[in-house]
């Protein structure tokens, strides 16, 4: 199956933040649910889903492509969402979508501000650690400099934008899935992104 296809059916998920959203593309067209949930997002995002699909009227079984907000981010919430969209591709016979949560911020950025050009973002991982990652503002989209690094928070420059500024959303999600449709894995790929270091276990 092709999956350049500007018309697929693809269905979004974002949970990586105390956010909740989630967002269906079918036939051009965008139908989307988000709501702040936060520790909730195991409580609703099915409900929310299966919401989407009758608003749209869409067989799930049409669903051709799950893209989800891959992280990093929260632990638990880039799992929820990691672990629904494998779920969804295996039964619906879809392939999956990970999407940098990075990515994510910055094209949020890009859409909310004028700001274009270079642009650090950081986001914390535990106490004293953050991600941060480099992307260039482009007046048509996002480019990734430099991905997601972990970094003690007394080395994080103070010009950093704080990815709790941006909207983290399943649309956004969506819209750059669309740009790299052509990747879509097996739901095997439903892994979410891993930065070196970032477990707080250390080997004896």
């Given at each position: 199956?092709?999956?350049m ?5 693809v269905?979004?998920i974002e949970t990586?933040?105390?956010?909740c959203?989630?967002?269906?593309a ?22 929310m ?6 608003a749209a009227s869409l067989d799930?079984?049409?669903v ?8 990093p981010g ?5 799992r929820?969402?990691a672990?629904v ?6 039964a619906?016979d879809?392939r999956?979508l990970?999407?940098?949560s990075?990515?994510?911020a910055a094209?949020?950025?890009?859409r909310s501000?004028?700001?274009?050009g270079a642009?650090?973002?950081?986001r914390?991982?535990?106490p004293g650690?953050?991600?941060?990652a480099r ?11 430099e991905?997601?690094e972990?970094?003690?928070?007394a080395?994080v420059d ?5 990815v709790?500024?941006?909207v983290?959303?399943?649309r956004i999600?969506?819209?750059l899935?669309?740009?790299s449709l052509?990747?879509?894995g097996e739901?095997?790929?439903a ?5 070196e270091?970032?477990?707080p276990?250390q080997?004896?």
């Open positions: 199956m092709a999956f296809d500007t018309t697929a059916n269905l979004a990586t933040t105390e956010v959203s989630v967002a269906l079918s036939s051009g067209h965008w139908f989307e649910d988000t709501r702040f949930a936060p520790r909730l997002h195991n409580r609703y995002l099915l409900a889903i299966d919401g989407l699909l009758e799930r079984r049409a051709q492509v799950v893209a989800f907000g891959g992280g929260s632990f638990t919430g880039v929820i969402g672990a969209a494998q779920g969804i591709a295996l619906v879809a999956v990970p999407v940098a990075s990515a994510v094209e949020s950025l890009r501000t004028r700001r274009r642009v650090s973002l950081s914390t991982s535990r650690w953050s991600y941060v992307y260039e503002l482009l007046d048509e989209g996002v480019r990734c400099l991905f997601d972990l970094v003690g928070d080395d103070e010009c950093v934008v704080d709790a500024r941006c983290m959303s399943a999600v969506g819209d899935a669309f740009a052509a990747s879509a739901p095997a790929a892994a979410p992104f891993y930065v270091g970032d477990s276990w080997p004896n």
